[in-house]
């Protein structure tokens, strides 16, 4: 019997298109199933997410895989072994602030790995209501700080002449636990397009620094009143410092005005579970915040303090950083205390799939995507056009419960229409709409602005239709 192929980790890692043929591996065997990956009954770009790494991070997401026929189909295709020091991961290197982030799973499209910054891929975002754990979106502005969930306290200051709190884990599981489903969406969701029209300073996001997760923990509103905090008559505010920092000690840190923190209605939470697992690292463990309907700058992680204060936070995140202006307004002439800091978002939308330059079948077209506003607003319609604009098609919006007012999820809908005999290419388009009628601009321009955040123009894909 012939002894198998040995091939290192990055021999595989270079098969990983049609050209050079598409490689994956599971355990310690490796696979090329390049014939396979227009038979494969998920699509073959959910495979191609995989090409030239492990199997096991998609198989984890999809069940499905863990049949027998799954392993025989795959076995078919087997070329060999993983050499047996590519098995085990290399050691990081210690020196490196960022050396103890966690491991991420290989779908992620990273903006920037130091600090880590990544989207879901567009084929993964909505196929799932809730986003699976491990391909929520993630944004991170320091190195991941690994708190040990025995010794965490939750500093929160009192009231003047009042008592301040040291919270341990298990004082915020005596409070009721209240659990919601919530859409948290970066400032910079789709900044890429705000790019394309004219340069802007920030990270590349395309359409997926959008993520939805069934949250739990304390209510903001119980702890406060533990604390003695009551609702003032002045402008006050609820500073929130995390546990992350950089080389000269400064944290992140950002705020919430105190009238939507003591509201019981805003659901405003201390959470300590992500759809029903311990918060991931990246995410916050063990305690991070969560504000239903507000730009994710404020869902403060690895939450280490938290104190009521007349004014917003002076982080530099909170004034320095997410405010909207002028498109007339450059660097040398932007003045940030004349904006106010973003809190609830605008009316959101953008198409998943098909994705922009695919190809797609004569006959019918299945057009899917996300919708969410800020608020609580409720999104109602999501009109959605084949012909960029001209004409309008209702989408199918999915069956997931709204709650007046407190609408603080996302809504998937998709579009099954014909497509018009003879056209070669559509332009697809949609814009989404909200319970307060709020509508989507049709084009960047005139919302481009320096920092490229509350990017929310009608979103637009074009593609080719197969002949
Ligand atoms: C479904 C095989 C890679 C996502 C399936 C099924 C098979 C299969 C046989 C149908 C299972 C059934 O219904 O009984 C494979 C093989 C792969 C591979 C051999 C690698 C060579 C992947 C990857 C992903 C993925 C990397 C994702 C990111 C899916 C999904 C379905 C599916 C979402 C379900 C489709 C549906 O519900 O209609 N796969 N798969 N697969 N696969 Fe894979
Ligand atoms: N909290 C801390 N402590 N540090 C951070 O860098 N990033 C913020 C917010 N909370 C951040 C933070 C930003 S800008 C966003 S959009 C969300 O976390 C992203 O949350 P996620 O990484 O869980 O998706």
Known sequence: QESPRIYTREEVR????????????????????????DLHPGGPSKLMLAAGGPLEPFWALYAVHNQSHVREILA???????????????????????ADDPIR??????????????????????????TPNPIFFTRNHLPVPNLDPETYRLHVVGPPGGQSLSLSLDDLYQFPKHEITVTLQCAGNRRSEMTQFKEV?????????????????????DVLAQAGHQLCETEAHVCFEGLD????????????????????????????????????????????????????ARHVKWLGKLSVEPEESYSHWQRRDYKGFSPSVDWDTVDFDSAPSIQELPVQS????????????????????YAWSGGGRAVIRVDVSLDGGLTWQVAELDEEEQRPRKAWAWRLWQLQAPVPAGKKELNIVC???????????????????LRGVLSNAWHRVHVHVHA
Not at 19 to 27: F, M, P
Not at 76 to 98: A, M, R
Not at 356 to 362: A, F, I, K, L, Q
Not at 431 to 449: C, E, G, L
């Open 76 to 98: 078919q295709y087997k070329i060999g072994e993983l050499s047996p020091e590519d098995k085990v991961p290399s050691t990081l290197k210690t020196s490196d602030p960022y």
């Open 245 to 296: 920092s950089d080389p000269t000690g400064t944290a992140y840190g950002a705020s919430i005005p105190l009238a939507r923190a003591m509201d019981p209605e805003a659901e405003v939470l201390l959470a300590y579970e992500m759809n029903g697992q311990p918060l991931p690292r990246d995410h916050g463990f063990p305690v991070r915040v969560v504000v239903p309907g507000v730009v994710g």
């Open 105 to 130: 799973h290989p779908a992620l499209k990273v903006n920037s790995q130091r600090p880590f910054n990544a989207e879901p891929p567009s084929e993964l975002l909505t196929e799932n209501y809730i």
């Open 14 to 37: 270079s098969h990983s298109s049609p050209e050079t043929r598409i490689w994956v591996t599971l355990g310690s065997e490796v696979f090329d199933v390049t014939e396979f990956v």
């Open 201 to 221: 300073r920030g990270l590349e996001w395309s359409t997926g620094a959008i993520s939805t997760a069934h949250w739990a923990g304390a209510r903001l509103c």
């Open 350 to 369: 953008a198409i998943t799939e098909p994705k922009d330059g695919e190809t797609v079948e004569s006959g019918e077209v299945t057009v899917k995507g």
């Open 431 to 449: 814009k989404a709409v909200d319970d307060s009628y709020n509508v989507q601009p049709d084009t960047v321009a005139p919302i481009w602005n």
